[in-house]
């Protein structure tokens, strides 16, 4: 049986917490949230106006039906796969446990940067974004990136010092830019979905869902198309000004090279969550 794909998205987290998300696009598009080994100035918010019936655009068609049309199957113990433009779900597998996240949790993080912040901003790193642990761009503190660059660094090799500049510097408040995560997960109707954190370390009260996430990715691309630039970047370049030092990074997701017509892909680890 030859399978015609159309958009579709593909998300499955494994019993031991290992998670796979993938989009394979008809034609030549495609982008993977996939596997791998591992002064201040008080800002005015983008107002983003979205109606009720908009909101319908971005949720999934009975999903808990697990009408598993897809010619294949998963080792995960959850999974859905959806079709991006309709929210047709073909594949879904137990996609209502909640799992933890990791760095999958940083597709909420850069709506939210893209939705409140200019990405021509300069924000600037603070003692606790410099001390995060790996992945990192490795910043000191009191540099000064633009958001642009800084989203770079958090897609492509999952930066936790970047989400967490993002997150300090897009209201001033660390705090409420968790409480914007969250405000969209409920406007969403995500009842499955709770933030902590901008870059999706491990904490009890930190978890999403396949459906949950499925949904806010399909948000995210249809709704900030530019998502998938930072999500499809192989290698990029930080140079020297007098507000920051020299930075460069490659894309830590080995899908972009081995998956053909892959454009972008989304990567993390935690070991409550383990690779994602």
Do not use: C
């Amino acid at each position: 049986m030859i399978w015609k794909y159309k958009k579709i998205i593909i998300f499955g987290l494994l019993a031991v917490g290992i998670a796979v998300l993938f989009i394979k696009f008809s034609g030549q598009k495609s982008i993977g949230i996939g596997t791998s080994r591992k002064g201040k100035q008080v800002k005015a918010e983008k107002i983003v106006n979205i109606s009720e019936k908009e909101k319908k655009d971005y949720l999934l068609d009975n999903p808990f039906t697990e009408n598993n049309l897809m010619p294949f199957s998963v080792q995960s113990d959850t999974a859905i796969a959806f079709d991006v433009d309709t929210g047709e779900v073909y594949y879904a597998k137990n996609v209502d446990t909640k799992r933890p996240t990791a760095s999958i949790s940083k597709i909420m993080t850069a709506t939210i940067v893209l939705e409140n912040i200019d990405t021509k901003e300069l924000l600037t790193v603070s003692k606790t974004a410099s001390e995060m642990i790996p992945n990192k761009i490795v910043m000191k503190e009191g540099e000064q990136l633009k958001v642009d660059d800084l989203l770079y660094g958090l897609m492509m090799i999952s930066a936790n010092d970047a989400a967490e500049v993002l997150a300090e510097g897009t209201f001033d408040d660390r705090g409420r830019f968790i409480e914007k995560m969250n405000e969209k997960a409920r406007w969403l109707e995500l009842k499955n979905t709770n933030f902590v954190t901008p870059s999706g370390m491990d904490d009890p009260d930190h978890y999403s869902t396949p459906y949950d996430l499925g949904v806010i990715l399909r948000y995210a691309i249809r709704k900030n198309p530019e998502i998938l630039k930072y999500m499809g970047t192989k290698e990029h370049s930080v140079f020297p000004t007098d507000h920051n030092e020299s930075h460069w990074w490659q894309h830590i997701s080995g899908l972009l090279s081995s998956y053909q017509g892959m454009d972008g892909a989304k990567t993390g680890f935690t070991w409550d969550a383990g690779n994602t």
